[in-house]
């Protein structure tokens, strides 16, 4: 993520959450920020954590929330009476296993 755009997620956490933060904080938040990726998923998870959090999130929330975000919706069986071969069911094992780590 850009250093604007890692400023601009620590500038709507500290508007959401108004407990006054140490420069130290605020510029370990900034470092951390900034090894993020996607911008639009770390301000929904800005955006989730506000309905969450009566006080400033921890950095382990902050990415605990965005793992979560990353992680596929699970999706309901087309035809849940189906019963899959063993191999199958084995694929089906090891994609998720895959997806999950």
Known sequence: M???EANQ??????AIWTQPLSDATLLVWKQRIEKE????????AVSLL???CK??????????????L?????LELDNPGTVLSQ????????KARKELS
């Open 9 to 14: 997620i620590l500038f709507l956490m500290s």
């Open 2 to 4: 850009k250093e604007q």
């Open 87 to 94: 191999s199958e069911t084995l694929s089906h094992i090891s």
């Open 50 to 52: 506000s309905d969450r």
């Open 55 to 68: 006080f400033f999130p921890s950095i382990a929330e902050f990415h605990e929330t965005i793992r979560s």
């Open 70 to 74: 990353k992680r596929k919706p699970v």
């Open 37 to 44: 990726k996607d911008y639009e998923l770390a301000q929904e």
